[in-house]
């Protein structure tokens, strides 16, 4: 299999893409041919463990590993979960279920790829004779740092700097990075917002210059973020893992179309649904869950892709996003694959701030995706009434999602003729990660201290603490540099040394 840019370039294998996180012009790479799961295939799923399914999904893209070797691998990565399945998916009511994806250990989504990626990386880097260090950059909105630099700690001829938006994530995000032990890690809060963040770390992979002096260094630059396919491509594999777990578990036949509702920021955990729906798996609608920053709504609704506008730090913190990076994916499908057309929309978006696409491609999109989103009272409202009718506690992320899904099904179900199909809410991280916003959701009563937060959820739900978090209470602070963003590349050289 080989990999293309979105914005053109020469055709890559996987493990360069892998490498290179990047393609030509600040595009993103695709594969050149999407891969398909027939039905003897789906079907032949059902009976493996999660690992197996992630496997036999990822060596449809990475077809250059050695398949025993992957299977070890995503054993060995998987092994570090909490919950022998780790991506359980559980029965709320008859058509609603939720794809729990925080049982990893960061408590979050970005564990089921960045588990992976580290053995992913180092076996491309063995397959392309590549000797000097791999520098790890990553701009995070909370949870792929920690994952980031928990998946990388101690790897051989690896480094993993990054970066995040010092008043823009949670204090239980920041705790666990700024605590985060490894002699081959540094972390740096930023004076700005996620978007920030992104766009000095994505400047740093466009510049020659920068490249080169970190060549002169002997280190290679890579990304952990999903702007790296070798992060997007482990994701998918759980849509298929979900549907199949549906039909062992008796709630659909094979081949019923399946909803799925996923919290969205950076776009790549509901690309990933996408892929999967391209691929062969009966998918339905994707829902494009967001928040107060609704960018992706309005896009999908209007076809209008701005960026300027009000920026808004929320309880659901990992979705204050105004530039998704992985959407440049979907436009190039869309658009017929014409990386000239992707070319010139980004180069919009980058000045004058906006871009619109064609009315065709609107209605494309408007066969798969449906796009709401919640504000901060939607937000509460519905993690209290959740909890309320079903003893569950959901993190404010999958709240959101939570809304926007209900919304969605109500009006199908207001349909006349409509196809109703079980919804699949995929969840992003566990309650104890954002404990302030969650028990504020819960009982109306604000906490200050994130552990005062967590010892009072655990009172009203019962729901077990992970271990992680818990160990998290007595540990100092190793990294306290705080820079502009005009800084970053500087704080990056400092970090590599000479």
């Known amino acids: 299999m080989k990999f293309i840019g979105t914005r053109g370039g020469t055709p890559v294998s996987g493990a360069e893409a892998i490498v290179r996180g990047m393609a030509d012009g600040g595009g993103l790479f695709v594969p050149e041919v999407i891969p398909s799961v027939s039905a ?117 001829g690896i480094k993993v700097a990054v970066f995040y938006p010092e008043e823009g994530v949670s204090k239980m995000q920041k705790m666990q990075m700024v605590t985060q032990d490894g002699e081959n890690v540094d972390v740096v809060g930023v004076k700005g917002n996620f978007d920030d963040c992104q766009s000095a770390v994505k400047k740093i992979f466009r510049s020659k210059e920068c490249t080169d002096k970190l060549k002169e260094r002997g280190v290679l630059l890579s990304s952990a973020n999903s702007i790296n396919i070798g992060r997007l491509v482990p994701q998918i594999a759980y849509y298929f893992s979900a549907y199949c777990d549906l039909v ?37 609608t994707l829902v494009c869950a967001s928040n107060r920053n609704n960018v992706l709504t309005d896009f999908f609704n209007k076809g209008t892709y701005d960026k300027k506008r009000a920026f808004f730090r929320t309880m659901s913190p990992s979705m204050d996003i ?132 967590i010892k009072r959820i655990h009172l009203i739900t019962a729901m077990k603490v992970p271990e992680s978090l818990k160990a998290l209470r007595y540990k100092p602070p190793r990294f306290k540099t705080v820079v502009t963003p005009d800084k970053i590349f500087e704080e990056v050289l400092n970090f590599v040394g000479e």
């Open 248 to 284: 062992t578990s008796g709630q659909i036949q094979m081949g019923d179309r399946v909803d799925f509702a996923v919290p969205t920021g950076n776009f790549g955990n509901i690309l990933a649904g996408y892929y999967a729906k391209c691929m062969g798996l009966p998918v339905g």
């Open 322 to 453: 105004l530039v998704s990076s992985n959407l440049e994916r979907l436009l190039f499908e869309i658009s017929g694959r014409d990386s000239a057309l992707t070319v010139e929309r980004m180069k919009s978006l980058a000045s004058p701030g906006r871009y619109s696409i064609r009315a065709e491609e609107l209605k494309a999109l408007a066969s798969t995706f449906f796009a709401g989103y919640a504000g901060e009272e939607d937000t509460v409202e519905c993690v209290y009434e959740f909890f309320e009718e079903f003893n569950y506690p959901l993190d404010t992320h999958t709240g959101v999602a939570m809304h926007v899904a209900r919304n969605y099904c109500r009006k199908r179900a207001e349909d006349v003729g409509a196809e109703q199909r079980p919804m699949v809410v995929v969840s992003t991280a566990s309650p104890y990660k954002f404990p302030q916003a969650v028990y504020y959701a819960l009982t109306g009563n604000d906490v200050k201290d994130s552990f005062k937060g």
């Open 40 to 156: 003897e295939e789906l079907n032949a799923m059902l009976e493996m463990s999660y690992p197996e399914r992630a496997a036999f999904i990822i060596a449809k893209f990475f077809d250059e590993f050695p398949p025993d070797e992957l299977l070890h691998a995503l054993e060995a990565a998987y092994s570090q979960f909490e919950s022998d399945d780790p991506a359980p998916l559980v029965k709320i009511e008859e058509g609603l279920f939720i794809l729990e994806l925080f049982h990893g250990p960061t408590c979050a989504f970005k564990d089921m790829a960045l588990t992976v990626l580290p053995y992913l990386l180092r076996k491309s880097c063995d397959l392309l004779g590549i000797k000097e260090d791999v520098l790890i950059l990553a701009a995070t909105s909370g949870d792929t740092g920690k994952a980031a630099l928990e998946g990388f700690r101690d790897a051989k």
